[in-house]
């Protein structure tokens, strides 16, 4: 049994250790050179240098404002808490290590961690435990290049806002490790995940995503997902020997690959509204009948019709002839940018681009792409989903390949993660107010607020409303303002301006 100790709280005899500035970021020996760092707090620890190895007696708090390049790879101590703020950066050209016992903290605020290698938690043969608290806010970057290794009692949490991410290139579990995504945390592995001690389990509040999954062997190995969990299967899912896998609560659970289950038993249990829906080639055979509990769930062959919980195969969705479909948020624009290429096309009329919010099972179309017919050459393409909801959460997208002939293919779901904006008040003013004229203006009133976004406005009356304009500064906005007031009618009517995150409403009266 694990015990969770807080790793972010004061506690007496607390030191922290911030970087200076006045280091370059490849300063030798960086973190034992006391120019680099300004030491506050008192207590058990007089180095004027943090000491990040060994066991502590105190806890040690290591916060980088700034860019920080380790010639060699990094042992985070026993009571070490680790913090990068915004215009912060971390790299690690070797391993990140956690020793044994450790109860550590690690929060990414803004910043950036990267490590070159792999983060290797407890590697010794000890009983006791180890626990690090992983937590990414405010669009913070936790990016292991290799792996993610946990053996023997390792509990690591990951935590956050919805807007950061821990990114893995593999996960391995070792003998009773577990993996705790917790609401608002977000765990990417790019390749494979793998299970391969006893009692180790990876739980779900958050989002996962893996390339595939493969749990096997002994006892107590378990996949459970909770709550609003999102879990994206890139591969296939591989359950053996004892091990069992809960899909419950509200979460949404898409496996791009097949479920593949060898024994018998209950395996794959599916209960509450949780919805799977699985989209390989051998969805008639694979899992087979018998080992999925779904007791009251739909069994539906198109997920789109199925409003409620349940285990859905027949996706149809197979990859084309497509090199590569992503999605990627853009925080200046508050825009979603879906690309994609095709290596040849062949009677392709073009694409249908496919939106669903908050589940990868209700999609509809919110755009379309012209194809370029016959080619047999590589075509990029491009797609920016600027209608995105205020309250944010994650969007799945699809693209619907059609022929000349009407025949269509769908191709896999792609997953982004966009942050709920944020309704503010005083940041805009609009004077004359009321107007009676076409020099009506709209000028910031806190300037701090804004960090040259750019700018989406339309203006709501009782009787119309505009289309959305997008522009690069407040100048612009004005000048298009002042083309578009003369059409307004009289009464009272509303501007609304978005930038980054942020919503404001500001009432006009036009007399």
Known sequence: ???????????????????????????????????????????????????????????????????????????????????????????????????????????????????????????????????????????????????????????????????????????????????????????????????????????????????????????????????????????????????????????????????????????????????????????????????????????CPDPNNCPSGGYYVSCKILPVDYLYIESVYSKVSNTNILSWATAKEWENSGFEIERSIGTATDFEKIGEVSGMGWKETITEYEYVDAQLPLTGGNIYYRLKQIDFDGTYELSKVVSVRIPGVQFTQGVWRAYPNPTDSEQLRVSLLDRSQYNDENITFKIIHPTAITKAVSVSSENEMNEAIAKMIGSVPKGVFVIEVAWGQKVEHIKVLKK
């Open 1 to 299: 049994m694990f015990l969770l100790i807080s790793a972010t709280g004061n506690s007496y005899g607390q030191v922290i250790y911030t970087t200076s500035g006045l280091c370059a970021p490849n300063q030798t020996n960086y973190f034992s050179t006391p120019l680099c760092w300004i030491k506050t707090g008192d207590g058990c620890s007089t180095a004027e240098v943090p000491p990040v190895s060994g066991t502590l007696a105190c806890p040690i708090n290591v916060v980088i404002n700034h860019q920080v390049n380790l010639p060699t790879l990094f042992n985070l101590g026993t009571r070490v808490n680790l913090r990068v703020n915004a215009g912060g950066q971390f790299n690690i050209p070797g391993n990140l290590v956690i020793p044994q016992e450790a109860v550590s903290g690690v929060v990414i605020d803004g910043g950036q961690i990267n490590v070159n290698g792999s983060v290797l938690v407890n590697l010794g043969t000890t009983t006791n435990n180890t626990i690090i608290n992983i937590q990414t806010i405010n669009s913070g970057i936790f990016n292991v290049n290799t792996a993610l290794d946990l053996r023997n009692n390792t509990l690591v949490q990951i935590s956050g806002d919805d807007t950061g991410e821990m990114i893995v290139g593999t996960i391995d579990l070792g003998q009773r490790a577990i993996i705790n995504v917790l609401a608002g945390g977000r765990l990417i592995s790019n390749g494979d995940t793998e299970y391969a001690g006893n009692n180790s389990e990876i739980n779900v509040w958050g989002y996962f995503n893996t390339g595939s999954l493969t749990v096997s062997g002994g006892q107590g190995k378990q996949l459970n997902v909770y709550g609003d969990g999102d879990v994206m299967i890139e591969g296939d899912l591989t359950i053996a020997g004892t091990s069992q896998i809960t899909f419950g609560g509200d979460s949404n659970v898409y496996i791009e690959g097949d479920v593949i289950i060898n024994g018998s038993g209950d395996k794959l249990i599916i209960e509450e509204n949780a919805k799977v829906v699985v989209c390989g080639e051998n969805t008639e055979t694979n899992p087979p009948p018998g080992t999925v509990k779904k007791d009251g769930l739909n069994e």
